[in-house]
């Protein structure tokens, strides 16, 4: 059997799935829903919570997975905003998590992987006024889920403002748990309050969100189901970290994002991406018992 295997099924939408035998690792992606991973199992433990009747509904939001966050992450006041004097109406986390994504390649040497790409196109401009692509390949090798993302701004003439992210939803036993991270600040969204962080948080009965801070190291470490410790680790351009979950539900969700709320709003901290320029950015997701 091949180190690295790389197949595709047809559920209710065309599912792929990287495999790695050797170390027990499998990541489920459907490009169709938004290019997001419904399934990552790292070392025979399944990490990610999915709520199956929210995937297989054509016009519901995803409660799991890994969705993609852009060009905005999370909510903008009154659910519009204002660029060069005209306002736009953009859904929670933007329209990437809501597209068709197209699979342009697929790799078993060194590594299982598949590289999607999204491209604007006239519902994408309704809400965002930018010509883009968006290139993202998802690799797992040596028991880790890597995904690295190209963000390209193909209009000539004007800067491209986003401010990208992701919304994974782990499976917990507990919503308290103590985070490894060298943040010592956030901001509860409950009260919108500044309050001290200190290592250990529990989103038990919070309604809305808290966002970390003033984190300096990227990376981020914590406990799920299964006497596991997920770290997170990603590129530096990714400031902030979002903690949330909801009542009832085994999950929470740890979310590394570019900006804050409801920057498209404020327009103090956005990603201006030069004309016909291109970022690249990563998203390391690996655990141990």
Same mark, same amino acid.
């Given at each position: ?12 939408? %065309? ?18 829903? $938004?290019?997001?991973?419904? $399934?990552?199992?790292? /070392? $025979? ?20 997975? =890994?969705?993609?966050?852009? *060009? ?14 005209? %306002?736009?109406?953009?859904?929670? /986390?933007? #329209?990437?998590? %809501?597209?068709?994504?197209? #699979? ?41 889920? /890597?995904?690295? @993302?190209?963000?390209? =701004?193909?209009?000539?003439? @004007? ?7 992701? /919304? *994974? +939803?782990?499976? #917990? ?26 290592? !250990? ?16 190291? &990227?990376?981020?470490?914590?406990? #799920?189901? $299964?006497?596991?410790? !997920?770290?997170?680790? +990603? &590129? ?6 979002v903690l949330w979950s909801v009542n009832g539900k085994p999950f929470v969700c740890v979310e590394p994002w570019m900006a804050m709320n409801s920057e498209l709003n404020r327009q103090e ?12 950015? =990563? ?7």
């Open positions: 059997m091949s180190q690295y295997q790389v197949t595709s099924r047809e559920e209710t939408y %065309t599912i792929y799935e990287l495999t790695e035998p050797g170390t027990d690792s499998r990541v489920q992606v459907c490009p169709e829903r $938004g290019g997001i991973v419904i $399934g990552c199992q790292l /070392h $025979g433990l399944e990490l990610f919570y999915l709520d199956r009747e929210t995937f297989e509904n054509k016009t519901a939001n995803i409660r799991g997975g =890994n969705p993609i966050l852009f *060009p905005i992450s999370g909510q903008l006041e009154n659910r519009s905003y204002t660029w060069n004097g005209q %306002t736009y109406e953009m859904a929670n /986390h933007g #329209v990437a998590r %809501t597209a068709a994504w197209e #699979v342009i390649g697929t790799n078993t040497d060194g590594e299982a992987s598949i590289t999607l790409l999204l491209r604007s196109d006239e519902t994408t401009k309704q809400s965002f006024p930018f010509d883009f692509e968006l290139e993202f390949t998802y690799a797992l090798k040596d028991g880790e889920l /890597h995904t690295r @993302q190209q963000y390209r =701004n193909l209009t000539a003439d @004007q800067a491209m403002p986003f401010y990208a992210g992701f /919304h *994974p +939803y782990f499976n #917990v036993d507990s919503k308290k748990l103590s985070y490894d991270t060298d943040a010592t600040r956030y901001l509860d969204y409950n009260d919108m309050v500044e309050k001290p962080f200190e290592g !250990v948080f529990d989103l038990e009965g919070l309604v809305e969100s808290v966002t970390l801070l003033d984190t300096k190291k &990227s990376e981020i470490s914590f406990p #799920v189901a $299964g006497g596991a410790t !997920v770290r997170l680790s +990603y &590129s530096d351009i990714f400031k902030y970290m901290e956005l990603v201006m991406l030069e004309p016909k320029g291109k970022l690249e950015a =990563n998203l390391t997701i690996s655990y141990q018992r």
